[in-house]
């Protein structure tokens, strides 16, 4: 006589240990699903960094001389330079090498705008290589 699952019968069931593996597998894949979803749900937007989107918005004129006001008010003549780049990258400004005293040293920060044109703010620091002596901001459009 022929086994029990030839005759018609349902199928034995999966080893143990092909079933383990089976739920190890799907509740594995359930985790990655979970972190994918929490980690877009949670994450911030990829747009300006948050301390420069009120100058982005206010445009390239008043934005720069809304910067130009704040950099000067939290950086007086006389201040370290040093602060004053570690301030501007922490903002998301990119800064060159500082080449000598008063040369070198300009910051960058571009931002596309919700009317897809670009800003581009350029921080100039005039210094005599460790102290500041005047902040200059300028903006431009570009479409």
């Not at 330079?81 to 922490?90: E, H, N």
């Not at 705008?113 to 350029?122: G, K, S």
Request: hydrophobic share 40%.
């Amino acid at each position: 006589m022929a086994p029990p699952w030839r005759r018609g019968a349902p199928t034995p069931p999966a080893e143990p240990s092909q079933r383990t593996a089976r739920n190890a597998i799907i509740a594995g894949g359930l985790i990655l699903v979970g972190l994918l979803v929490g980690t877009q749900f949670f994450s911030p937007r990829w747009t300006a960094p948050f301390e420069m989107e009120r100058y982005v918005r206010a445009g390239a004129r008043q934005g720069a001389a809304l910067l130009e006001k704040d950099l000067q008010k939290s950086f007086p003549a006389g201040s370290d330079i040093g602060l004053l780049f570690t301030q501007l990258s922490r903002m998301g400004f990119s800064c060159g090498a500082v080449l000598d005293a008063g040369r070198g040293g300009d910051c960058r920060f571009r931002a596309r705008r919700e009317d897809n044109r670009v800003l581009t703010l350029v921080v100039v620091p005039r210094h005599d290589g460790v102290k500041l002596q005047s902040v200059t901001v300028t903006a431009s459009m570009v479409p």
